[in-house]
Nanobody, 123 residues
Framework: QVPLVESGGGLVQPGGSLRLSCADS????????MGWYRQAPGKERELVAG????????NYQDSVKGRFTISRDTAKNTVYLQMNSLKPEDTAVYYC????????????????WGQGTQVTVSS
C-alpha cells in the first residue's frame, strides 16, 4: 500500500510559520476525511486537526486552535496544514492519515503511516 507522503517541515523560530503538505499519490483518499497528527519524543501520537472529505468541516486540538489551519485541494490530492505562531511545544514529527469520517480520525485511521515530517521550533 502506497503511504501518504508528508513534507514541508523544518526548523523555525518561535512565532514563525510553516506549511505542511500531505500528498496522496494514489488518489485513494479523495472521499475520506483526513487528519494531521504529531508525535513528540517520548509521547503518544496525537490528532492535531481534521477535515471532512468535502472540506466543509474542520476540527482542531485545543492547543492549536486559532494558530493552525487544515485545508485540502481535491484536484491535487493534497492536504495542507498551515501553522502560524509556532511554539516550542509544537516540536514533533507530523503525519497525515485518513479515516472514513472525521469523527473516526482519532481512533480508526485507514492509511499506512508515512515517514512524517519533522517540525522543530527553537530559537
Amino acid at each position: 500500500q502506497v503511504p501518504l507522503v508528508e513534507s514541508g517541515g523544518g526548523l523555525v523560530q518561535p512565532g514563525g510559520s510553516l506549511r505542511l503538505s500531505c500528498a496522496d499519490s494514489g488518489s485513494r483518499f479523495s472521499f475520506y476525511a483526513m487528519g494531521w497528527y504529531r508525535q513528540a519524543p517520548g509521547k503518544e501520537r496525537e490528532l492535531v486537526a481534521g477535515i471532512s472529505h468535502d472540506g466543509g468541516t474542520t476540527n482542531y486540538q485545543d492547543s492549536v486552535k486559532g494558530r493552525f489551519t487544515i485545508s485540502r485541494d481535491t484536484a491535487k490530492n493534497t492536504v495542507y496544514l498551515q501553522m502560524n505562531s509556532l511554539k516550542p511545544e509544537d516540536t514533533a514529527v507530523y503525519y497525515c492519515n485518513a479515516a472514513l469520517s472525521i469523527k473516526f480520525l482519532g481512533q480508526a485511521t485507514i492509511g499506512s503511516w508515512g515517514q512524517g515530517t519533522q517540525v522543530t521550533v527553537s530559537s
